[in-house]
DNA sequence: AGGCGCTTGTGAACGAACGCACAAAGTGAG
DNA sequence: CTCACTTTGTGCGTTCGTTCACAAGCGCCT
């Protein structure tokens, strides 16, 4: 499930508080989503709460871990070093939850050679050596558009099978490898049509004309 | 739809190659979708297609475009300019996808007054005034956890009605208020959970078990 | 020891979304 | 003009996920 790193950070959180123990109503609405979901979905990897009382934090977050694969360190592997790749090789949020990363790579000469969070960029042409020699299975795309398809297929061949994609195209990958994409513009756009909508339906989109009759039928 | 942008995107991309008609089923691989599901997303817009035929691409750009509300620009303010803030700061794609930022706002002294991408950091005592100035709508949240909440209310004080959040926190916002989080670790955190099932279900969770058992249900 | 109150785990109903499959509609060739 | 071909728009069955509601289970208080 999605949202097992959600319940994981809202968990973590509480356990820093030296909280001991839960209940399905706190742990959903500090995760933002209903107990009976939170519920079912912590039930699917076993019975670990005690009815009349609640879940245990640490046990839980335990659990929890061991699910998402959290017990080890993975290593990644971060293509493209520029305003993105640089953010992303700096930020601290990764390592203390459960990734490492463990090597750089950009194609550009004035970036290669240089050192980022204590890692020392390596050209592009070194790749495939780096997620061998780490046994990389999880790669982190932030180049530009025109390059990420190519970089992509470059990443499966030398090994790597999970891609986080951060450059605003669709990946095409062979059925076994995952990818997932973070695309900042989209959410923006998703943004704006809602504040769009509120402004007023009139002088928008046929989409707006049918959400505004939907609601004068409910309405009447 | 939370899939337009992604159709806007393939569009875009279509028209720079000069193409000028497109059919159902090319633009579905190219967005990565079923194509009747594509049809029917195009069809709560209207009917901008032609049978026999296929859509127009530069027609359907605009009434996408339209739907959006992307016709006008929004502007946008960035509260936290630290590494992350920076990138989006200087990134180039939200400009040219309907996006003006117009406004960036930090809390440290050391920031403040530095210029990033054409634009003048202003301390945080300043960010209502901005909001106001620019009738901005759209804020982005690019600070450390512990303080989002409180610029995420400072800024719906002041008028902000949709929120771009990248702190790993759960915001809480009035209703009317929109709220997207882009958060990395969660998205690498479901590549480790699926990364971790490739690797053979019996050294790990519950949930693999069940999903093993399920598979052996399924070939007997 | 027994009963009371609280919280979990889940069966079942509901609803939304997906995708198949086809009729309707347009194009172009003969 | 007609026919064969292409592609849209959509009705409908199906699947997936969410939520309600409640029985089962646990701890605590008496
Ligand atoms: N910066 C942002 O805030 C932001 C937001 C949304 C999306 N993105 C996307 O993320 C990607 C990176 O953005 P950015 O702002 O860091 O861009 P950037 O131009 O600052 O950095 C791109 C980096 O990739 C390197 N590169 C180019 N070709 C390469 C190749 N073939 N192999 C390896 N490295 C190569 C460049 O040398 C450069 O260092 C882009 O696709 C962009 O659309 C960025
Ligand atoms: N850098 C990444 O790649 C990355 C990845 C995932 C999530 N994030 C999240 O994004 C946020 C920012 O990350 P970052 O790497 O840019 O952190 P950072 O520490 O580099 O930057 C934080 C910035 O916020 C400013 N700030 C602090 N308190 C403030 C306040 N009260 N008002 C306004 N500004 C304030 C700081 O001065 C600093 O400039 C964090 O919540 C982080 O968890 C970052």
Redesign the interface.
């Known amino acids: 499930?999605?949202r097992?790193?959600?319940y994981?950070?809202?968990l973590t959180t509480l356990a820093e508080e030296a909280v001991t123990t839960v209940s399905s109503e706190e742990l959903a609405s500090?995760?933002?989503v209903n107990s009976a979901k939170l519920r079912k979905d912590l039930s699917?990897?076993?019975s670990y709460g005690t009815r009349g009382v609640g879940y245990d934090v640490d046990y839980l977050v335990y659990?929890v871990s061991?699910?998402?694969?959290?017990t080890q360190d993975?290593p990644?592997v971060i293509v493209g070093l520029?305003?993105?790749g640089?953010?992303?090789a700096?930020?601290g949020?990764?390592a203390s939850?459960?990734?490492a990363i463990r090597a750089l790579v950009d194609a550009d000469a004035a970036t290669v050679g240089t050192e980022i969070a204590g890692l020392r960029v390596r050209h592009l042409d070194g790749l495939e050596e780096e997620v061998r020699k780490h046994g990389i299975?999880?790669g982190v795309i932030a180049t530009p558009a025109p390059v990420a398809q190519e970089i992509c297929e470059r990443l499966v061949a030398a090994g790597v099978?999970?891609?986080?994609n951060f450059a605003?195209v669709?990946l095409v990958v062979p059925d076994?490898v995952?990818v997932?994409k973070?695309?900042?513009?989209?959410?923006?756009?998703?943004?704006?049509?809602?504040?769009?909508?509120?402004l007023g339906p009139e002088r928008?989109?046929?989409?707006n004309d049918?959400v505004a009759e939907l609601a004068d039928a409910v309405s009447t």
């Open positions: 499930m999605a097992l790193p959600i994981l950070r809202a500090a995760a933002g699917y990897l076993g659990q061991r699910e998402l694969g959290l993975w990644v520029g305003h993105l640089h953010a992303l700096n930020y949020g990764f939850r459960g990734f299975a999880i099978s999970s891609i986080l605003p669709v076994e995952e997932r973070v695309d900042m513009s989209i959410e923006l756009q998703i943004l704006a049509f809602h504040e769009q909508r509120k928008h989109g046929r989409l049918a």
